[in-house]
C-alpha cells in the first residue's frame, strides 16, 4: 500500500511538472516577436531545434505516462516508452550540464582524450590573420602562433558570425574611423570568448552559442512581472538575504537578483544592452545612419529604431556616470514603455550577437566615450602623457560590476548603469586622489588601491590584458602578472576544430 501510494504521488508530481513545463513553453512562444525568429533560429540551429522538439516530446511522454498510471491504466508499449524515457532523461542531463557547469563533464573528457591539437583555418581566415594589423606587429614565430590560438578562440564560438565580417578587417576599419587602439577591442573580444560560462565554447546542441549565450537568451526574456517585482526590489535594497544566508552567499544571492535585468553584458565584446547600446546610440547618432535612418531596415533594425527612438531621453539618463541622483521611475512609467524596453534589449542583444560589425562599433565607441571622460577629469595634458599601456589599463578596468553599490536601484529598474558608467567614474575620481601613483613617468601600471571594488574588472581581466600585451610587443604590462590563457584556450579552439568552418 505504503509503495502504491509513493508511486501515485510521484506520478502525480512528474505530471504537474510536465503541465508547468508545457505552460511555460507556450508563455514563451506567445512573447516572441517576430523580428527575433531568425537571429534566435540561426542562434539556436537546426540540432538545437531539433533538441528542443525531442525535450518537449520528452515532457508529453511523461506526462502521458504519468496520467496513464494515476488513472490505474497500463501504458501502451512499455519497453519503448522506457527507452524513451531514458532518452529523454539522458538529454536533459546533457542540457542540465552545460548550463550549470563551468566546464561540462563530456567537455572534460574530450579535453582530457584529445591527441596533439592541429588548428584548420579556411583560406579567407588565414588571409584576415595575416592582414591584421595587431598580428603584423607581432615578429617572432611563438607569439604569432599564440595570437593565432587567441584569433581562433574568439572565432569558435562563432565562425558564422565572423565569416561575414571577418575580425581583423573589421577591428581595423573601425580602430581607424574612430580613432581607437585596436588591442583593446581584440582584448575586449578575447575576454569575452571564454569568460563566465563561454569557458568551454560552442555547446555541442546548438548552432551558434556557448552556455554564456543560452544564458543571455533567457536573462534577455525575462518577464516584466519579474523585473518590476516589487518583492524583488525589497531583497535587493535591504539586508535581509545576508542575514539569512550569511554574508558569503546573502551577497551573492543580492547580486544576482540586483543583476537580472535585461541590461545583459553579451557576446561577443561583453557589451551591455543599456549601459552601452543605449549610450551610444544615444551620444553618437552619426555613426549609426544605418539604424536610425534606415528605411529599408530589416525587422531587427526596425525594431531597434523604433525602440530607442520611443525610449529616448528615459531609458537611460545623463549625467550617466550619476546613477542615483534621479528618484526610481514609479509603475506608471513600466506600464507606458514596457514594451519598447523589451523590444530594445532584445534587438540590441540580437544585433550585438548576430552581426560583427555593429557590435565592434558599439565597443569602439564606448572607448571613445570613456576615453573621452578620462581626459576630461584628468585634464588632457596628463592623459596625453601617461604611457600607452597605463592608458589601455584605466580602458581595460571598467567593464564590471562596481561592488559597492550592489543593492542600490536606479531609477530605471531594467537598466543596470553599475556595468559602464559609474565604474569609469569610479576610476577618475581614484586617479584624482592619487596623483602620486599616475604620472608620465610611473614604473608600473596604475589601478585605484580599492580595485576589488570592480569585481574582476581590475583584476584578472587586467591580467589577461597583459598577456595579450606581452604576446603583441614582447613586453608585458609592468606590476600586472600576466595570465596563461593560450593552453586553455588552444584545448577549446583544437576539439572546435576537427571540422573547420
Known amino acids: 500500500m505504503f509503495l502504491r501510494s509513493l508511486r501515485w504521488r510521484a506520478a502525480a508530481c512528474v505530471a504537474l511538472f510536465g503541465v508547468v513545463m508545457v505552460a511555460i513553453q507556450a508563455v514563451v512562444l506567445v512573447d516572441l516577436r517576430t523580428f527575433e525568429y531568425v ?3 540561426q542562434m539556436v540551429g537546426g ?31 512499455p519497453w519503448t516508452t522506457g527507452a524513451a524515457i531514458a532518452v529523454f532523461a539522458i538529454l536533459i542531463l546533457w542540457l542540465m550540464e552545460w548550463v550549470l ?42 607569439s604569432r602562433e599564440k595570437f593565432r590560438v587567441l584569433y581562433e578562440r574568439i572565432r569558435v564560438n562563432s565562425p558564422d558570425v565572423f565569416l561575414q565580417h571577418p575580425i581583423g578587417v573589421t577591428i581595423d576599419g573601425h580602430a581607424a574611423r574612430l580613432d581607437v587602439d585596436p588591442r583593446l577591442l581584440f582584448f575586449f573580444l578575447y575576454v569575452g570568448s571564454y569568460w563566465g560560462e563561454a569557458t568551454s565554447g560552442p555547446v555541442p546542441f546548438a548552432g551558434s552559442m556557448t552556455a554564456e549565450t543560452v544564458r543571455d537568451v533567457v536573462q534577455v526574456h525575462l518577464p516584466s512581472w519579474f523585473i518590476e517585482s516589487r518583492l524583488r526590489q525589497y531583497l535587493i535594497s535591504s ?5 539569512t544566508f550569511g554574508g558569503t552567499i546573502g551577497f551573492k544571492l543580492r ?3 540586483h543583476k537580472a535585468t535585461l541590461d545583459v553584458s553579451t557576446q561577443p565584446y561583453d557589451l551591455n544592452l543599456y549601459s552601452d547600446v543605449f549610450l551610444v546610440l544615444t551620444e553618437y547618432p552619426e555613426h549609426f545612419a544605418d539604424v536610425l535612418h534606415n528605411e529599408t531596415a530589416s525587422p531587427l533594425v526596425f525594431a531597434l529604431r523604433e525602440s530607442f527612438l520611443g525610449l529616448r531621453g528615459s531609458a537611460l539618463v545623463a549625467p550617466y556616470e550619476v546613477a542615483y ?18 523590444a530594445f534589449a532584445r534587438a540590441a542583444f540580437y544585433l550585438t550577437a548576430r552581426d560583427f560589425d555593429f557590435a565592434t562599433r558599439v565597443a569602439a565607441l564606448v572607448i571613445r566615450y570613456q576615453r573621452d571622460f578620462y581626459r576630461r577629469r584628468l585634464g588632457s595634458d596628463l592623459w596625453a602623457s601617461l604611457p600607452d599601456w597605463q592608458r589601455a589599463v584605466m580602458l581595460g578596468m571598467t567593464r564590471d560590476l562596481y561592488v559597492p553599490n550592489v543593492g542600490r536601484l536606479g531609477y530605471n529598474l531594467y537598466a543596470l548603469p553599475e556595468l559602464n558608467c559609474v565604474p569609469v567614474a569610479f576610476v577618475a575620481a581614484s586617479a584624482i586622489a592619487e596623483p602620486e601613483s599616475i604620472r608620465p613617468a610611473q614604473a608600473v601600471a596604475w589601478r585605484p588601491s580599492d580595485y576589488l571594488a570592480l569585481w574582476a574588472g581590475a583584476a584578472t581581466k587586467l591580467r589577461v590584458l597583459s598577456e595579450l600585451w606581452g604576446i603583441t610587443t614582447g613586453t608585458t604590462i609592468p606590476g600586472l602578472p600576466p ?5 586553455a584556450a588552444r584545448g577549446i579552439v583544437g576539439i572546435n576544430r576537427r571540422n573547420p568552418n
Open 47 to 77: 540540432r538545437g531545434l531539433a533538441l528542443a522538439i525531442a525535450l518537449s516530446l520528452g515532457i508529453a511522454l511523461l506526462v502521458s505516462s504519468s496520467v496513464a498510471l494515476l488513472r490505474g491504466k497500463r501504458r501502451p508499449f
Open 101 to 142: 557547469l563551468e566546464i561540462p563533464l563530456t567537455r572534460r573528457i574530450e579535453l582530457i582524450s584529445q591527441g596533439p591539437v592541429q588548428i584548420a583555418q579556411p583560406r579567407e581566415v588565414a588571409a584576415d590573420l595575416s592582414n591584421f594589423s595587431i598580428m603584423r606587429r607581432v615578429t617572432d614565430a611563438a
Open 239 to 243: 539586508e535581509l538575504l545576508e542575514r
Open 325 to 342: 541622483a534621479r528618484n526610481g521611475y514609479e509603475p506608471e512609467y513600466f506600464d507606458a514603455y514596457r514594451e519598447d524596453l523589451k
Open 483 to 487: 595570465t596563461q590563457t593560450v593552453d
Open 39 to 41: 537571429p534566435l533560429g
Open 255 to 257: 547580486y544576482a537578483l
